[in-house]
């Protein structure tokens, strides 16, 4: 049984440790904060907040807190909001410990490519290229195959890239996979439960060792 988006979420929470600055894209990642309980760990989003917290309960929404996607969500005590020149100074300044982004491709050399989105008219990557060079951790949150069942975990990205060599761990609906850079292969870190290693393998478009 494969995972869904909030299973996902949950075993990306587990790749978090006290003490993290952790930054969450969209897609995917905003559904982390829910799942990250008493750890010790301050939240950033890129358009300006430090210290964000879960999703507000409904009617309890602050139309100018917002998440990058423009979503309502909660400040813990302590948090902070400032200019987004700020937010881009402390990404590119290395004081993000984990980045969690959603992907279209990763590559098992660690490649990523998670803005063009086939078909689509987009305005640009946004923050993430500045997110992949600066963060010390990138765990990507996605699908393991596209609409169409091919695979987005593949030897090489066919979609223009947002980061060279950056990823260092996918979560699909199939599992937890590290990226062995040196390698060159992807390596099952975890799998779904009844999720087995052939089914990965065949959904798989690059190598995966277990």
């Known amino acids: 049984m494969v995972w869904d988006r909030e299973q996902i979420a949950n075993k990306a929470a587990l790749q978090v440790h006290d003490g993290d600055v952790v930054n969450l894209g969209i897609g995917i990642p905003t559904l982390v904060a829910n799942h990250l ?14 210290g964000m917290g879960p999703f507000p309960f409904e009617g309890e ?13 909660t400040v813990v005590a302590g948090g902070s909001t400032f200019d987004s020149a700020l937010s881009f100074a402390m990404i590119r300044g290395g004081h993000v410990d984990v980045a969690m982004l959603g992907a279209m491709e990763v590559a098992e050399n ?33 699908t393991h195959t596209d609409k169409n069942g091919a695979p ?8 223009p890239l947002t980061g060279l060599g950056c990823v260092d761990v996918v979560i699909t609906d199939l599992g937890v996979f ?21 089914e990965a393998k065949q959904k798989t478009g690059a190598r995966l060792q277990a």
């Open 110 to 142: 660690g490649d990523l490519a998670n803005w063009q989105v086939p078909g689509e008219k987009v305005t640009g990557m946004g923050g993430a290229m500045d997110l992949v060079s600066g963060a010390r951790r990138v765990v990507c949150l996605m």
């Open 178 to 198: 590290g990226v062995d850079k040196a390698a060159g292969a992807f390596r099952v870190l975890e799998l779904a439960e009844g999720v087995s290693l052939d």
């Open 37 to 50: 309980g008493d750890k010790d760990v301050m939240l950033h989003s890129e358009n300006g907040l430090l």
């Open 152 to 159: 987005k975990l593949v030897e090489r990205c066919t979609l």
């Open 61 to 73: 929404e602050d139309p100018q807190l917002i998440n990058a996607g423009k979503q309502t969500v």
